[in-house]
């Protein structure tokens, strides 16, 4: 990273300097501004400018003991809250029951017994009925607000709806005064215990249901609020979530809850409340409507801030976008429209059946099938139910249809396409003409539409909130429009291609051109919903059966809602003769579709169909914007990751996907007595993870300035240090792969709680880590670096002349290559004496300030640690090339390479090679080795940055590149056979700017 020091410190200084409004900076600094142009002194005074560099000092001093301070207070805060769980649990495991009967948490396997309990839906609930009523439920905890340490206020969540809880303790009976009302069972133990249930957390509820003396707007229920009496957790999170639900629901509505706060009177923290035992109602308030001051900063388990919430960070994160009330609605309605669809069509004799999806050759195109290994032969999924349905109608069956996956393999990313999606299709015989087939076609449609109208009007309502959309307009008798004279109202209405060129009426309409004519239609005929008849030969698969008037057309149809088509279908050729002409024509050979041509051959009823793809109806239906929304778990080219081999550990003893506490002897040396530092003591050494998981950042850990965070189930480790009001956290976190997302969710809700007041940055992580940040959490990702690797097999030497002439004078010096081993005897201490002083003497001839993720300590971790020296003819030591090792997969890192004072041109490049060739021998496994961290050409912007953005960044650091140099080291590199591996910087929105530069400075500052 010294590439990067150099022009920062000029850059940084530029901004604090030019860039930076002089109040601005004087407020950061922490005092007024003197008139004179001077500095000044915390306590105000003024101080001429050549003693500006003592006011610096004395700041600094100050603001690290205001540091100091604030770690301190934290500590004991941290200390004050770890005692009071530790008295919570220990109270909850050993008080007597009746103390903790109202709240303790259910077993984990609760079918120990069956009380047959009558837990409520609210959905099926009577409120009014019910008033008044204790009732139990069983719901997540939507939010929670902690008023007092008295009074929290819960929002249950039950699938779409939501309820307002009151929680707010009594005193204990024999405490109460003579006439006092406020008495009960419900302590303040319990209320602060609940109070830190995480949100999203299950929990089964009994209380009294009341009407709400305001009207609640911060729930679906508006009017009813509970009275809570008992609370009991039935599920815990292991692991935070990105975002709640609330979150979800709620995010760019802040504002207009602020506006309609304002206009309500907010109710008293300390109004009177009523005990339970004289069914008096408590008081209560909506949430929206608290006043801020009585507001607890950490009360909410995720504090929210005005952000957009990207959907692909809710899609990435898909189980819990869909506990929200519009994706609960979307499906709702999608399993309507299948209800609906299969209703009407048993209505008008058809039958449902089930195809496979496994076939011996593609349906329509081979290009875009998925072959699979059936058994050492090919096979192909099914790209849709076209030829088992048209067979069942051979079959005599006459009507059918089916509700199922279709496959196709199309490399297309766009909003309205998917790899794998249902399909609603059916087949029937035709007696005269293939409009019988359209008609009922038709008809299902204007059911389906009135259908979901008067089902599902509250769940329309509720996506509307979220996905504005108008109600789909369709008329009575369908608008019918042959093909061609589509295609002249859009060259009538003047539309062309990008190119300039009008459409064409015996080509297919790209998507815009549909669009385009589907605005036309409903200006012209006052319809969302449209039929366009007659589609051209070129437009159609073989087995359409061409127009009898002009067989440039074929009986075929698509219908459209909104602009854009929902169904495809048309007649089918049922004459086998006719049926296998077109197939040569369109070059599949016949007898690759032997099975299919069979039925024909043995005699096919005329008969026509159609095929719908579910999610596409559901997202025009409701106007989504993206067809992934209406789709459970998507899946489109982008899905489904490529999984990298998984390589055996170097220490299966270090192993974070089975930790140690996990074995047998773990179990068996348990008792009473073991606890949480006999716990840490099996926490797998840094070292051996290094080895097992490690890449070249994290070798810098074992500096005693880092701090390493561990996570507690697995034994994953990340390190970062804290310099004045930053966390730098460095390098990837040392675990598993497959770990990657659930320890970094577990390391930022650790810097949450643990470090709140810190700006969090990430340097030098892996694909992964960027695009887990990236997409789950919205931080900001760049590139500038890369770690620079190199095939220890590949002899650069052999390549470059002018580095084998470097080699070949060092020789020629004398000088001769070794390796001190250590797998016999630790290294001689005479040895580590000599190089510690040519390590001096290196050091001496350094000039200014160095730059460096760690310091230079050649004899830490020997034992995962090679050392190759080159020495002289009179045993001068003039270069030492210290290899450590990092995880299976990334080899061997370039520790530390030094060129001692005095040594013959081309020593080092000499001793480097040597080393690569030696680890190659010793370690036949090592596939690469890396020098660590260099800059690139070019800066990369990553995710979450806007073009201009990334444009202003990638300008200014190539211009900087440009002035300093920065790949001078990289160039050398380059000569020794490397190549970059991307490596990027991450960020939250507002986490980096001239502030974060200087800390990443500070940091990697060392004076030399």
Known sequence: ???????????????????????????????????????????????????????????????????????????????????????????????????????????????????????????????????????????????????????????????????????????????????????????????????????????????????????????????????????????????????????????NRDKEDVAEDNADDAREEDSKVQSPTNGSPRSSTDLARLPQELLSKTSLDVQRKERALPQRVRLNNRIIDLRTGP???????????????????????????????????????????????????????????????????????????????????????????????????????????????????????????QGIYDRYETEIELISHFYPHEKVLWLEETPRIPFKDGVQMLIDDGYVDEEGNPPSPFEDLATVAERRLGALVREKYKTDYYILDKFPVSARPFYTMPDPGDDRYTNSFDIFMRGQEILSGGQRIHDSRFLEKRIKAQGIKPESMSEYLEGFRWGAPPHAGCGIGLERLTYLFLNLGNIRLASLFPRDPKSLPAIPPKLSLRHEDASTTNPPWECKEYFEQQDESYGLEDRKKLLQPLEKLIANYGDAANTSWLDPRYHVWRHPSTGAAQGYIIYNNHLISVGTPLCAKSQIPSVVSAYLQFLKEEHSKLKPLWMIVGSEVEEYLGEKFEWRTISCIAEERANPRDNQAMKDGDLARKVRHAEKEGVKNQEMSTKEAPLPDDFKAKVDARVQDWQKGRKGTQVHLTQIRPWVDEAHRRYYYAQGTDGTIHAICVLHQLSPANGYQVKFSLEFPGAPSGTIESLILYAMKQIAIADPEAKQVTFGTGAQEHLQGGRNLGKNKIKFLSKAYDTINKQFHLTNKSDFREKMGAWNDPAYVCYPRGGLGAGGIRAIMGFLEEEG
């Open 1 to 251: 990273m010294s590439f990067l020091k150099k022009p920062l410190r000029k850059l940084t200084g530029s901004i604090r300097s030019d860039h930076k409004p002089n109040d601005l900076q004087d407020k950061e600094e922490g005092f007024e501004s003197p008139t004179n142009g001077g500095s000044a002194t915390p306590n105000g005074t003024s101080t001429p400018p050549d003693d500006k560099r003592k006011s610096r000092e004395v700041l600094r001093d100050e603001k690290v003991r205001r540091s100091m301070d604030k770690e301190r207070t934290k500590i004991e805060a941290r200390k004050r809250q770890s005692m009071r769980r530790i008295e919570s649990e220990a109270y909850m495991r050993d008080a007597p029951p009746e103390l903790t009967k109202l709240y303790k948490p259910y077993s984990m396997n609760m079918s120990k017994r069956w009380n047959h309990e009558n837990r409520i839906l609210f959905k099926e609930l009577d409120f009014s009925k019910h008033e008044g009523t204790v009732i139990s439920f069983r719901a997540r905890i939507h939010t929670l607000r902690r008023m007092s340490a008295k009074m929290v206020f819960i929002v249950f969540r039950q699938q779409t709806m939501t309820i307002q809880g009151v929680l707010a303790s009594f005193k204990p009976k024999e405490e109460a005064l003579e006439g006092e009302d406020n008495v009960g069972t419900i302590t303040e133990r319990m209320v602060r215990s609940i109070e830190h249930y995480p949100t999203e957390t299950i929990v089964i509820v009994h209380g009294k249901l009341r009407k709400a003396p305001k009207r609640v707007r911060n729930a679906t229920i508006h009017d009813y609020e509970i009275d809570v009496y008992e609370v009991h957790k039935v599920s815990s999170l292991t692991e935070n979530v990105p975002f709640t639900v609330y979150d979800a629901e709620n995010i």
């Open 327 to 449: 994706a609960q609605a979307i499906f709702r309605i999608q399993s309507g429209i299948c209800n609906l669809f299969r209703t009407y069509l048993d209505g008008q004799g058809f039958i449902e059946i089930h195809t496979p999806k496994l076939q011996g050759g593609a349906t329509e195109s081979g290009a875009t099938v998925f072959e699979v290994n059936y058994f050492g032969r090919p096979a192909f999924l099914a790209q849709s139910p076209q030829l088992a349905k048209q067979m069942a109608v051979i079959a005599d069956f006459e009507r059918v249809y089916e509700v199922g996956p279709v496959f196709r393999a199309e490399d297309s990313n766009t909003p309205r396409h998917l790899t794998e999606y249902t399909g609603l299709d059916l087949e029937m015989a035709l007696e005269e003409h293939y409009h019988e087939a359209l008609d009922i076609i038709d008809g299902m449609f204007k059911n389906l539409w």
